[in-house]
């Protein structure tokens, strides 16, 4: 099978599958978790048998190593106060409180809100990255937003 | 600021043996080239006309689709090709992978290879160097798909009788090498 050059998948996804990371574990640790991502990712990339949806593949690896970031920190030390800024050209939705809010979200919930509205993925490319049927993607969206929006109101 | 960090990645790729084509650009006086290099040597160089997607695409089927741009991997024959442009490097050092050249294709670059700065030969001299007298139209064909020129100086290949031949930078490109290695050009 021909496979595209992997730079071009980097240029075409790259930005899209920082943005989701930095959704889900935050600005600082989504730098190196977009590295573990790309390298899993090279690794793996001559082996692939379906050239069919790249970016699902990626961001399906992406939320892969969230879970395994989720798993240290939750070996790691009580983290320190808030991140500093880092300079970014406008501010990463991953910043906000209300961003804040999605990660302490179920897992399932949390990937889904963060792939719809940092990744702006249809429903079905969802399903396909978490694993699970389109309707129960926007189903786990739907109810991670409420999840949100009750943290919020509190 | 980008918050992806290609020259970390191209490092730990290269570091675990995963990154196979590594790619950059050099500013030639008459365009951008492409260069490429795998862990073995220097694979491929191209001129602007070729684009680059196509010659990327290339390199990811005939090589692997292992292909990063990775400038800092190609630092020793980006500092060869700009000395050897500015008329201060005759030869080039950094080693050379092969890969893309088989058979008689291969004899005829490596005759090619071992032309000294600023002499020229025909075809028929190359294909007798290559081994195969009667090749002459192979080792013209040799020249015109050569896949790394300039390091590979399928410039200093001539028609017999001293006529041009032809050139994939464009024969501009080939008598402005000609010139540079003659020493007839002012720099």
Not at chain 1, 102 to 128: C, H, M, N, S
Not at chain 2, 87 to 103: A, H, Y
């Amino acid at each position: 099978m021909r496979l595209p050059p992997f730079q071009t998948l980097i240029d075409l996804h790259g930005r899209e599958v920082h943005r989701y990371l930095a959704a889900c574990v935050g600005p600082i640790d989504a730098d190196d978790c977009w590295q573990e991502t790309m390298l899993a990712a090279l690794r793996a990339y001559p082996g692939l048998r379906d050239d069919r949806n790249l970016r699902g593949w990626l961001l399906r690896i992406a939320a892969r190593k969230v879970l395994d970031s989720h798993r240290a920190a939750r070996r790691r030390p009580v983290p320190v106060a808030d991140v500093p800024d880092r300079g970014f050209e406008s501010p990463p939705p991953s910043d906000s409180a209300l961003w804040r809010a999605v990660r302490r979200l179920p897992e399932k919930q949390r990937a889904a809100v963060a792939l719809r509205f940092a990744a702006d993925l249809d429903y079905a490319t969802i399903g396909d990255v978490i694993d699970c049927s389109e309707a129960a993607a926007r189903q786990n969206v739907r109810a991670g937003l409420a999840g949100v929006r009750r943290e919020w109101i509190r | 600021m980008t918050p992806i960090d290609m020259t970390e990645l191209a490092r730990r790729a290269a570091e675990e043996g995963i990154l196979d084509v590594a790619y950059a650009t050099v500013d030639a006086p008459f365009g951008r080239m492409l260069v490429a290099a795998t862990p073995r040597g220097l694979v491929r160089t191209a001129f602007d006309k070729e684009r680059t997607d196509d010659v990327l695409t290339e390199l990811s089927s005939r090589i692997s689709p292992r292909v990063l741009e990775a400038p800092a991997r190609l630092d020793g024959v980006r500092r060869e090709m700009d000395e050897y442009f500015e008329g201060k490097r005759t030869e080039f050092q950094t080693p050379i992978d092969w890969q893309l050249s088989q058979g008689f294709l291969r004899r005829a670059r490596e005759a090619c290879a071992a032309i000294p700065y600023g002499e020229v030969r025909t075809y028929k001299q190359l294909a007798i160097a290559a081994g195969s007298p009667e090749a002459v139209r192979a080792a013209g064909n040799a020249m015109a798909r050569n896949p790394i020129p300039i390091v590979v100086p399928c410039h200093r290949v001539l028609r017999t009788g001293g006529g041009l031949g032809g050139y994939g930078g464009g024969l501009e490109c080939k008598r402005w090498l000609l010139d540079l290695e003659s020493g007839l050009m002012r720099l």
